[in-house]
């Protein structure tokens, strides 16, 4: 259970949203979204590095960073590959023809369990079953739109990431903060994006910054998992 929960650990400095009633500004931010999200859900095939920077609470109470490079390949509709890299983790996840397979590399084991195929489907299944949250999923699902609803949103303008123009928005509920800047033009991508965890005193904060290749040339080797013999396998078990 232990390889699950962080297998699949990506998550995305941002002030507060600021709060308000219903104005046009408000809508512009929905339809800026919208627009990212159409254009990424009519990509079949898509890749992008992120570089995330997490705040975690070590054994001594304190808060800390840490920093992972997550790499994300996507054939839809039914294959899927992340790979993460830090000082701490070296991990490889595959989905393909219905099986997910976790793959630790520092610690030579493997696991791997049946899910639906699809990749919408697959995530639901994994996430639900085991308990867990991966909110670069939001990178990876379609239709992102009606999975998370937000009750305040707010559009901030253009701002520059990277010496690129974005479209700055932000949204928050009871539990969640998340402030997204978007790429303009033809190609509207999450260029980065911050999200606060409002359940916690501390409010810790997750941050991404993402490089996109919409036309990636994906080798089919590229999510198939041939185990080697330096690994062993392992079972899988959701919580009881």
């Known amino acids: 259970m232990h390889v699950l929960k962080h297998c699949f650990m990506m998550t995305c400095a941002g002030m507060l949203l600021l709060s308000g009633t219903v104005s046009a500004a408000e809508v512009t931010a ?14 079949k095939e898509y890749a992008f590095h992120a570089v995330l920077t997490e ?49 630790d590399h520092r610690f030579g084991y493997y696991g791997q369990i049946k ?24 990178l990876i699902y379609t239709n992102m739109g009606k999975r998370i609803h937000f009750s305040k949103r707010k559009y901030f303008g253009v701002r520059e990431v990277g010496g690129v123009p974005c479209d700055y928005v932000a949204f928050s509920n009871r539990k969640k903060e998340l402030h997204i800047w ?3 033009g033809k190609e509207p991508l999450v260029k980065s994006f911050v999200l606060i965890d409002k359940t916690l005193k501390k409010r810790p904060r997750t941050e991404a910054y993402i490089v996109w290749d919409t036309k990636p040339h994906f080798s089919e080797s590229v999510f198939t998992f041939k185990p080697t013999k330096d690994l062993t396998p392992i079972s899988v078990v959701s919580p009881e």
């Open 182 to 184: 978007i790429t303009q």
């Open 55 to 103: 705040e975690l609470l070590n054994d001594n109470e304190m808060w800390q960073k840490y920093t992972q490079n997550v790499d994300v390949k996507v054939k839809r509709p039914d294959q899927l590959r992340v790979d993460i890299k830090s000082a701490e983790k070296d991990r490889t996840n595959y989905l393909k023809d219905g099986v997910f397979t976790m793959v």
């Open 30 to 43: 929905k339809e800026v979204v919208a627009k990212a999200r159409k254009y990424r859900d009519s990509l």
């Open 115 to 138: 899910t639906p195929k699809e990749i919408d489907k697959a995530l639901d299944f994994i996430f639900k079953k085991y308990g867990i949250s991966a909110p670069l999923a939001g």
